[in-house]
């Protein structure tokens, strides 16, 4: 690990407001504390010596910190090495031109947008700051202004939505200059608002249909899948995310960040005081020897190319053994062949159940 590129992951944790369903850790954005925030992002760069081949700027809603993240992303350029993805994510409603331009000159090359519908009934009841007609003039923006790769955020399963208005969503978005799609279901978590107070949201099988729906029709606009939740034009897959799923190092900073690093999965903590304050960020460790067969397989297996057999043999894992176990399997839900076993897009919908058959 040790001569290779890392990823860089940066959480910002400050939002216009909360959205209903959302339980990443994020507060309501406040000038004041950016730059204090901007100077604990500086500090805990400046405390690793390593270069990154991906920087990625997630959240909570990064955009609206876009001249802190310029300055940052000048002050560790020489820890950026030539031709990384850098990434933000962007929401419509607090993008402008300015912050795209300013983003753009200073080196992020990839802006990930939260549209989650072009529908606007479903986005006033998701809470969204944003309309349909914002969305697309964000994105329309960006490729002005010369960003070449461009990734919305689609969901699944939310209120008001039907095959016919997800279909909408799908192909108008198709029409946009983008080169990426990331498609999530929606899942109601413990605290957050639709916690408190459910939405009337579609059945399971339906959302299951939903899924499907999404796949076909994204693969018939050119997207293939190469995960369970994303797709890409060809050679536009994330590359920052493929390192989570390929068992690859990364470093992450900010309250709420996620490390894997030095051989060790650790933490930091949800709060951006603590954070800002502490001449560190305080880490709690999440796993101490993460690198077994379990759970490499069970990042791999949300890949579309699964496991490769020619990988398996740093675990002493049995091939044969292995397609013993997959053979139980039903046959829509997996394939095996040649040169390893993958889910299909059936079984990504049951991936949790098949993972266990496979590898417990
Ligand atoms: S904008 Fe994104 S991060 Fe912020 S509250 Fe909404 S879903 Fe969460």
């Not at 560190?280 to 077994?292: F, M, V």
Request: net charge negative; glycine share 6%.
């Amino acid at each position: 690990m040790a001569n290779k590129d890392l990823g860089l992951y940066i959480h910002v944790p400050f939002c216009r407001s909360k959205c209903p369903y959302c339980d990443f850790y994020s507060i309501k954005y406040s000038a004041s504390t950016a730059d204090d925030y901007k100077n604990a992002v500086l500090r805990n760069i400046s405390a690793y010596d390593e270069v990154f081949d991906t920087v990625y700027f997630g959240g909570g809603t990064p955009i609206l910190l876009y001249n802190e993240i310029a300055d940052i992303l000048k002050q560790i350029n020489l820890k950026i090495s030539a031709n990384a993805e850098i990434t933000i994510e962007a929401n419509p409603e607090s993008t402008t031109k300015e912050a795209l331009e300013i983003l753009y000159e200073s080196g992020v090359n990839r802006v990930s947008f939260g549209v989650q519908s072009l529908n606007d009934d479903e986005l006033l009841a998701l809470g969204r700051l944003h309309n349909s007609q914002t969305a697309i003039n964000s994105i329309i923006d960006a490729c002005e202004i010369g960003f070449k790769n461009i990734s919305a955020d689609l969901m699944l399963g939310i209120p008001y939505q039907n095959r016919q208005s997800l279909y909408h969503s799908i192909n108008e978005l198709a029409k946009l200059p983008i080169t990426h799609i990331s498609a999530y279901m929606l899942k109601i978590e413990e605290g957050t608002g639709f916690y408190k107070n459910p939405p009337k949201l579609p059945d399971e099988d339906f959302t299951s249909d939903l899924y499907i729906l999404t796949c076909d029709e994204l693969e018939k606009n050119g997207f293939f899948q190469y995960e369970i939740s994303n797709f890409a034009k060809r050679s536009f897959e994330s590359k920052h995310n493929l390192k989570y799923w390929d068992s690859e190092e990364y470093i992450g900073i900010g309250p709420s960040s996620h490390s894997f690093y030095g051989g060790r999965r650790f933490a930091v903590l949800r709060n951006l005081r603590e954070f800002i304050e502490m001449p560190l960020q305080n880490i709690y460790i999440t796993e101490e020897n993460p690198k077994t067969f379990d759970e490499w397989a069970m990042l791999k297996l949300r890949l579309s190319k699964g496991i490769l057999f020619d990988e398996i043999g740093q675990f002493g894992v049995n091939k044969d053994e292995l397609i013993n176990k997959a053979k139980i399997i039903p046959k829509q839900l997996i394939n095996i062949d040649e040169t390893g076993i993958y889910l299909t897009k059936e079984g990504f919908l049951l991936s949790n159940n098949i993972i266990e058959k496979l590898i417990f």
